[in-house]
């Protein structure tokens, strides 16, 4: 909510060829409390006031000589072209006012001022320009929050992605089916790999794993459950033995419904001793 402090610290313009209506304007906003009420009487200074200092209110006069407050208000939208154009006219002429919200105007205020009328127009109106720059104010700070959130993550997944790389061989990603759908790391060159269109196939033909290692590992997978560190085995084509130690967990949607694996994986052939 917009406080009563903030509608009288809004900035207001007055814009009117008559000193005489500037300076009663200027009494009625000042008796009312308003602090920061500027005024000219000279319509062609207008846009250049507003690009300055980004009023919240403007109180425009429509008939004044050289230039009317129908074009400045046509210039003003040069300015607010994407915004809210804050203007408040102010007429003596009733058929103006259709054509004045046409143009751009969110209210009116009629000539001979009533003083209860102007005071509630204004403050109503206030409220809304400070409604809608408040909204704004807080779009840009989501959208920037946005953006350095999306920073972060980008950093996270790349800090993630190198860790992975330092401390294993192979990242992997299978879904709910038992599919690989995600594999970083030179996997491929070591176990035989090939994209069959958008997953990921264990191919390598002639190679022979160790089926109880094999089934032990199907059943956690299975199960849904976690492992770490798990060591299975394999025969090569060229008759030497590979071991590969993998760890993998559940993944799960905000739901709690399974969608797949994820873990990374390791060669530790050197470690365990190649065999014959």
Not at 106 to 124: A, G, M
Not at 200 to 207: A, E, H, K, L
Not at 221 to 228: H, Q
Request: hydrophobic share 40%; with cysteine; aromatic share 8%.
């Amino acid at each position: 909510m917009i406080s009563a402090e903030e509608i009288l610290n809004a900035s207001i313009l007055i814009v009117d060829d008559q000193p005489s209506n500037v300076l009663l304007l200027e009494q009625m906003l000042d008796d009312a409390g308003y602090t920061h009420v500027a005024s000219t009487t000279d319509p062609y200074k207008v846009c250049d006031l507003h690009e300055q200092n980004r009023y919240d209110l403007i109180l425009l006069d429509l008939q004044m000589p050289g230039m009317d407050g129908f074009q400045v208000m046509e210039e003003l939208k040069g300015i607010e072209s994407a915004s809210y154009l804050p203007v408040l006219v102010i007429t003596a002429q009733p058929g103006h006012k259709l054509r004045a919200l046409a143009a751009g105007a969110k209210d009116f205020i009629s000539k001979p001022f009533d003083l209860l009328e102007v005071q509630t127009r204004i403050r109503n109106m206030l409220e809304v320009r400070l409604l809608y720059k408040e909204l704004g104010n807080y779009n840009q700070l989501l959208e920037q929050t946005v953006i350095e959130r999306t920073a972060e993550l980008r950093i996270s997944e790349e800090r993630f992605r190198r860790l992975t790389e330092l401390s294993s061989d192979w990242y992997w990603e299978q879904d709910r089916h038992g599919e690989f759908v995600k594999i970083y790391g030179p996997v491929f060159e070591m176990l035989g790999i090939r994209v069959d269109g958008s997953s990921v196939r264990i191919d390598d033909p002639g190679v022979v794993w160790d089926e109880e290692e094999r089934a032990v590992l199907e059943a956690n997978l299975a199960a849904r459950k976690p492992f770490l560190d798990f060591v299975y085995s394999r025969n090569k084509i060229d008759g030497t033995r590979q071991y590969l130690m993998v760890s993998g967990e559940p993944m799960f949607d905000l739901s709690g419904r399974f969608i797949g694996y994820r873990g990374i994986g390791k060669d530790v052939t050197d470690s365990m001793g190649s065999q014959k």
